[in-house]
């Protein structure tokens, strides 16, 4: 999901074909049917999209490992009748992110078979300034590229597997496509145990980078966070956002607004004999204090809330996950067909299996 300043885009798969709504500030669904982008070939259930403030950029896997990119008008608009080949034939992408900044589009994504952290400019016509990428981390079995912009430089975040160990990376990447810094090391997994999922936002001031920890990954892991300054230097350790005994946190997103972050996760434990996940978040301040324990329950009435993402529109953050109200009995059969979401609360809106919420700046919900 991203933001262009009047109104968000939100993505979701059925089947094969990618599909995008709008929604208006005051969660009103512009699109309530939803629009096809295009047939992808592709079961990757995270594509990626950012705004340049009037349209939006939306890239995934395509077909035969390509990397490819599709942008949409403001008003919905698919304006390219083509997806755009960003990198051909790179066998086990790993997810890509987007960011924006200085004009241009700025892709990451982690590419077989040496798993480098590779990187490719756009620009909002669509051209493609690095046919195929450009090389951000030298190799050395790199996954979970992410990528912010501090208002001069890209800032690109990523773990690596060193010894069996995992180790948090990053990099300065310049608008003009040059690698300014890095790959530099920020923690690693020797001391820290597991490390996954590095998100990161720019508050002004500092990056924020959220990570999972904890051993087995997913099973009983934890969210942290490190912030980190213009320069790329830690401030201090990483700080608990949930530690919550007996659920894992996994996160899916964080925005910023006002100086401070809100962090996203997927929180899950074991109910029974089955998981339980529910969409979860915290604001966290500028100086690193967590200011909603254990947590903010983003939306309570569903079963099973997955997948999310968040985005801030100057006044409020809109929350989007898939909502499973049935449970893990009918996820499978539910993820085959096309389905509208039951709601039974006024701070939801639903398409198919995506629903959303307004989460109020200071607290509570809208």
């Not at 300034?129 to 208002?151: E, K, M, W, Y």
């Not at 996950?321 to 067909?337: A, I, L, M, Q, S």
Request: charged share 15%; glycine share 12%.
């Amino acid at each position: 999901m991203a933001w262009n300043g009047k109104v968000y885009l939100v993505l979701w798969h059925e089947l094969d074909m990618l599909y995008g709504a709008r929604a208006e500030p005051d969660g009103t669904v512009l699109d309530p049917d939803g629009f096809p982008i295009d047939v992808f070939n592709s079961i990757d259930l995270h594509p990626a999209i950012a705004s340049d403030g009037e349209n939006f950029l939306v890239v995934q896997a395509g077909q035969n490992g390509d990397l490819v990119g599709v942008r949409i008008g403001g008003d919905g608009t698919v304006l390219d009748s083509n997806p755009i080949t960003i990198s051909s034939g790179a066998s086990g992408l790993g997810i890509p992110q987007i960011g924006w900044g200085a004009g241009v589009y700025t892709v990451v994504w982690a590419e077989a078979p040496n798993q480098a952290i590779r990187g490719a400019r756009m620009t909002p016509d669509g051209l493609l300034l690095d046919p195929g990428g450009f090389n951000i981390s030298g190799g050395g079995a790199d996954v979970d590229a992410f990528i912010d912009f501090d208002g001069q430089n890209f800032y690109v975040t990523w773990t690596r597997d060193v010894g069996g160990n995992d180790v948090l990376m990053a990099s300065h990447v310049t608008p003009g496509g040059q690698v300014a810094s890095g790959p530099m090391t920020l923690l690693s997994g020797s001391s820290f145990g597991i490390i996954a999922l590095p998100h990161v936002a720019w508050n002004g001031t500092h990056h924020l980078i959220t990570i999972t920890t904890g051993e087995p990954l997913f099973s009983n892991s934890d969210l942290y966070a490190l912030r980190v300054d213009v320069d790329g230097v830690p401030i201090e350790m990483p700080f608990p956002v949930s530690t919550i005994e007996g659920e894992s946190a996994m996160p899916f997103g964080v925005a910023t607004v006002d100086g401070q972050w809100f962090v996203q996760w997927e929180g899950s434990e074991i109910i029974g004999s089955s998981f339980h996940y529910d969409t979860e978040g915290s604001r966290v301040a500028a100086d690193g204090d967590v200011l909603d324990q254990p947590h903010l329950e983003v939306a309570t009435n569903a079963a099973w809330q997955l997948s999310s993402a968040c985005a801030f529109d100057g006044t409020n953050f809109l929350c989007v996950f898939d909502d499973e109200r049935e449970g893990p009995n009918n996820y499978h059969e539910k993820r085959k067909v096309t389905s509208m979401a039951t709601v039974s609360s006024i701070c939801w809106m639903s398409h198919r299996l995506c629903n959303c919420c307004l989460v109020n700046e200071l607290h509570g919900f809208n």
